[in-house]
């Protein structure tokens, strides 16, 4: 009998330990390789016409779906970014500087003011998106109703904006169009935070690299990666 009651025992604290593991790793951030956190492996993605991870891409449906119930077309223009296509729309404004007589270096200057660094965009996460109405492209307008439905809405599906019109943030200007889903962008931001981008970005082939000092990456992490949203770290 007294056996009998140990196993019991025994077996409870083994039970209640599978549930406490269980309950861990369901609460873990999934963890991310280094070429998956600058566009260069594949994540999951999910969407018809976008990419987004799996809790990204529920969220924004049901948004999606409950706005247009509500008379509010959401219309997704860009989601995931792989490095490669991150790389061609950098080549292609750093040609363009070139050519206006730039030198190399004002030309990075120049193209850091409105394009991310391939390796460096938020849009390599499958987790953010640029939005619009529908009908105009992407405007920083706040009188229109799908402006004032985003504002008052767009957090309880879990998306927030990024680059927002706060006077004190550093990096890019005020973007109305993007969100994030940040239940998963803020851990892979940690993850990204532990990344030594200046070997990461010495060793790709990206226009104007030499110019990625230390100092300049330094900088450029404070102000672009980390100019955001206070919410989202
Ligand atoms: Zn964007």
Partial sequence: MKQFFILIIKLFILSSLTILVMNFSSIKPKK??????????KIQFYGKGYKLQKEAYFSIEKMIREAREQG??????????????QNRIWKRKYDAFIKKGFSPK??????????????????H????????????????????????WMNENAHKYGFYRVYTNNKFRAGYKYESWHYSYRKLSKSMLEQYNQLDLVKILKNEKIAGNKYFTPSFIKKYKEDNVLGINDYLY
């Fill in 72 to 85: 509010v077309k959401i219309k997704i223009v860009s989601s995931y970014r792989s490095f490669n296509h």
């Fill in 32 to 41: 991310y390789t280094v070429d998956q956190l600058i566009g260069k492996e």
């Fill in 106 to 123: 004002k030309a990075v200057e120049k193209v850091k003011e409105y394009t991310a660094i391939p390796g460096t965009s938020r849009h």
């Fill in 125 to 148: 996460w499958g987790t953010d998106v640029d939005l619009s109405n529908g009908k105009s492209k992407l405007i920083n307008s706040v009188n229109v109703k799908y402006s004032k």
